[in-house]
């Protein structure tokens, strides 16, 4: 069975966001794909007060100033599609009131025939949390367990109930509902988050840093879901990070899914052999332009299916 592919859609600075939208989601569905992604980046602080996922002295790349906010994004592709599923990947949970959120996507859910995939982590910018998170840095991990508690709750049956640290519904009546269950993913790396993983969500999120260690962290986190019980198979999505250049990448230095086309596919191709269900190719920071996104992932598409991903 071949690997289902995903697009993100275009949520950087470089793209008008109203019209270039609804046009490369229907593109994507028509080329091929089956899903499309947004991620979630709430600002982009000058000077930061730390570098790129915490490191010291990494800049932020370019790409994330100023970048559309991602359930907006998504319900306009929601509403120039008919097909392909709409994920997140992933959105910032401790940025975002619990129940507000669980809202949101109930009602993308209803209103797209229940395509919604919900992708969520803990996110690492303490300029983000600064600025918007409904609890403290120190607990996010705590505010991540109460968002999938009350997303859990509110896209159950009525009457809603759930008593959490900042989110107390006594008994309610919550409306629309998903059109069908929506999943839970979550991009877990450290040992914690892997059993919070197994223990409460749908399936992984992880990002393609090379097929080896892809391989290494899949029977891992199969090895902890047969030791802690799980008996409910693991959803997968694979997010690949490219950086697309139109003449391949020469010398040595050269990074996973860095290059040209062939040079993606070869990567693609190695990270499929892993066994996930699902890539999600990342591209528009290597792109101008709504054009040039649409003709890059339609020759990517077709270089993935004819090497047999």
């Known amino acids: 069975m071949a690997t289902r592919l995903g697009l993100s859609l275009p949520q950087n600075k470089q793209f008008a966001i109203g019209r270039d939208v609804p046009d490369v989601a229907r593109a994507a569905e028509q080329i091929g794909y089956e899903s499309l992604w947004v991620y979630e980046r709430a600002l982009f602080p000058e000077p930061a007060t730390q570098g790129l996922y915490g490191m010291d002295g990494v800049p932020w790349p370019e790409a994330y100033r100023g970048v559309a906010e991602p359930l907006i994004t998504l319900a306009l592709a929601a509403a120039a599609t008919e097909r ?29 025939g229940g395509r919604v995939v919900a992708g969520v982590g803990t996110g690492w910018s303490l300029d983000e949390y600064a600025a918007s998170a409904v609890r403290p840095f120190a607990e996010r991990g705590k505010a991540l367990d109460e968002l999938i508690g009350v997303c859990r709750a509110v896209w159950g049956p009525d009457p ?19 059109a069908r269950p929506i999943p839970i993913l979550l991009a877990a790396m450290a040992p914690k988050a892997m059993r919070r993983l197994v223990d409460h969500a749908d399936g992984w999120l992880p990002v393609g840093m090379g097929a080896e260690q892809l391989a290494a962290q899949w029977r891992q986190l199969q090895d902890l879901a047969a030791e802690r019980g799980r ?23 050269r990074q996973p899914f860095q290059g040209s ?22 591209m528009q920071s290597s792109v101008a332009d709504a054009q040039e996104f649409k003709d890059v992932a339609a020759e990517l598409y077709e270089a993935a299916r004819a090497a047999g991903v």
Do not use: C, M
Not at 89 to 105: D, T
Not at 232 to 253: C, D, I, W
Not at 265 to 279: C, F, S, T, Y
């Open 160 to 178: 809603v109930t759930y008593a959490g640290d900042t989110t107390t519904i006594t008994s309610a009546v919550v409306a629309p509902k998903p």
């Open 261 to 282: 086309v062939a040079q993606i596919i070869e990567d693609l191709v190695a990270h499929a052999e892993v066994g996930l269900e699902e890539i999600l190719i990342e």
């Open 231 to 253: 008996t409910e198979p693991l959803q997968t999505v694979l997010r690949v990070n490219t950086q697309y250049t139109p003449k391949a990448f020469e010398g040595p230095g």
């Open 84 to 112: 392909a599923r709409l994920g997140t990947s992933v959105l910032v949970a401790p940025l975002h009131v619990p129940f507000q959120l669980a809202k949101q996507l109930a009602t993308l859910a209803a209103a797209s």
